[in-house]
Structures are given as structure tokens and as C-alpha cells.
């Protein structure tokens, strides 16, 4: 469990996870985080202390919750009745979250590399429509969305290109995977 103050600031001090927190939850998202670095707190206390609306405050921390990086304890108001939600934050999965992220990306740049290296593609050079040549020759040539004709196309440069993506995800996730612990 990563739930004390020093380890949530140390992970959103983190760049990549900043990022990460940042695109799922928006700056908001990392205004309840901040507020919650310790553990245990009602709703209702953060958007006191954010000054955001409770709705959007909720919304938030059921996202946190659908990625298991919070959560709640259900208590029944004796007093009005009511149920108190009390939420906990534990960031330790991100790191996990981001790196099964690059994994499937990684996996899918691989396929298409695979795709490139195992095709010959033709294209149309009035709106760079690519084909391989199965479905090239198949249509006589012919642009499926302008009716051109397609040229032979050199995909020489794609084929670097994904090469070099796919090196710098594997440098990235080998680099988390010696660097931050859990993972
Ligand atoms: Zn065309």
C-alpha cells in the first residue's frame, strides 16, 4: 500500500504518472489527490477542501476507483440516516497501469511492424490511401476512394520508423521496470 503523504507526493512528482493522472482524472482529479495524500477522508471534506463541486468530486474518485486506485468504506449516519462514503487513495498500481499500457502499445506497434515487413503496399498519390497488393490488385489498381491509380510504394521508411518506436518503448519499459519498485 503506498498511502502515506510522502508516497503519493513522490508519485505525482513523477512525471510520467503526473501525466497519466493528469489525461485519466483532469487537473481536478490531481486537486482531490492532493487532498487525499493520507488516508481515509469523506467526500464531502474534499470538495470543501477543493472547492470543487461534490458531483465532480465523485465522478472523480469513482474513476480512481474503477482503476482499484482507491477506495471507499460505507458507514451509516446514525444521527440523519445518511451513508458516509470515506474514500482512500493508493496509488501503487499506477506505475502497473502505465506499464501494461506501453506493453499493449508495444504489442500492437509489433503487430504492424510484422505487417509492413510481410507486405507490399501500393499507394494513391492523391490522398496517400495505402493498400497491400492483395487488395491492390484485386481493385485493378485503382484507389478504393478516388479511382487513381496506386503506385508501388517503398515502405522502407514506415518500417524504420515503427522499428524505432518499438526500441524506445522497450528502453522505456526495461527502464521502469529496474527503477521503480513494485512493478
Ligand atoms: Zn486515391
Not at 58 to 76: C, E, G, M, Q
Not at 98 to 118: G, P, V, Y
Not at 145 to 170: A, T
Request: charged share 30%.
Amino acid at each position: 500500500m503506498v498511502n502515506n503523504g510522502k508516497d503519493i507526493r513522490s508519485i505525482i512528482n513523477n512525471p510520467e504518472a503526473r501525466q497519466f493522472l493528469k489525461e485519466l482524472l483532469g487537473d481536478e482529479g490531481l486537486d482531490v489527490i492532493q487532498v487525499m495524500s493520507g488516508s481515509g477522508i469523506v467526500d464531502e471534506e474534499i470538495a470543501e477542501r477543493t472547492g470543487l463541486k461534490l458531483n465532480l468530486v465523485r465522478k472523480i474518485l469513482y474513476k480512481l476507483y474503477d482503476h482499484r486506485l482507491a477506495s471507499y468504506i460505507r458507514t451509516k449516519d446514525p444521527e440523519i440516516g445518511w451513508y458516509i462514503y470515506t474514500w482512500s487513495l493508493d496509488l501503487s498500481r499506477v506505475f502497473e497501469i502505465i506499464q501494461a499500457r506501453k506493453r499493449k502499445i508495444l504489442e500492437e506497434l509489433n503487430k504492424r511492424l510484422e505487417f509492413e515487413q510481410n507486405h507490399v503496399f501500393f499507394c494513391c498519390k492523391m490522398d496517400d490511401a495505402k493498400v497491400p497488393f492483395d487488395i491492390a490488385s484485386k481493385n485493378d489498381f485503382k484507389c478504393p476512394q478516388c479511382g487513381c491509380i496506386m503506385d508501388y510504394m517503398d515502405n522502407q521508411q514506415s518500417i524504420m520508423s515503427l522499428q524505432h518506436e518499438i526500441g524506445r518503448l522497450e528502453r522505456e519499459i526495461q527502464h521502469v521496470r529496474q527503477h521503480v519498485p513494485h512493478v
